[in-house]
């Protein structure tokens, strides 16, 4: 099993450009969720989805769209990037219930606005 | 608010030195409580979690006593190993909304050298 897989793994984009992360994962869980980490801080949740074609807002929604059409696959949109976006970000998927804290997380996207 | 605050890194350490990693938590109640390490290059993974006061988590070798008298969650290894390098995280479920979430500590870096 690939587990959770990212794609990119590095971008660089110019402020106001957009981009696509994509996530997938092969263990069938209903959950994911799209976690941005910075210097000095601790994992914040952007968005998350309980189910195939549901979404909603984390910590810090603000400036991102997500979308979960199919059950294993769970995509981040910036519409137009900024520099405070500059982060790593991970995806991460877990089991429903009361398991749901088991989370498997992807290697992470480095995303660098200019 | 609900929080998490580690003790600052990085924490650098001769094979087979004793490892504290100091975590304390605000959160409403007694939350479940974990410790995540994530690997050069890696995402996030599960390494211990404890459900309720006095609780003992182990995995590994590393060690973590939930203690609600001093609300923290320490992590403790006996005897750690270069491949133990890594940076650890510390979390609590909380959330509000009818939706259990992670909230993360900052994260604390481990370099262990032969």
Known sequence: NAGVTQTPKFRV????????LLCAQDMNHEYMYWYRQDPGMGLRLIHYSVGEGTTAKGEVPDGYNVSRLKKQNFLLGLESAAPSQTSVYFCASSPSGGRFYEQYFGPGTRLTVT | GNSVTQMEGPVTLSEEAFLTINCTYTATGYPSLFWYVQYPGEGLQLLLKATKADDKGSNKGFEATYRKETTSFH???????VSDSAVYFCAHLGGTGGYNKLIFGAGTRLAVHP
């Open chain 1, 13 to 20: 984009l110019k402020t106001g450009q957009s981009m696509t």
């Open chain 2, 75 to 81: 992590l403790e290894k006996g005897s750690v190993q």
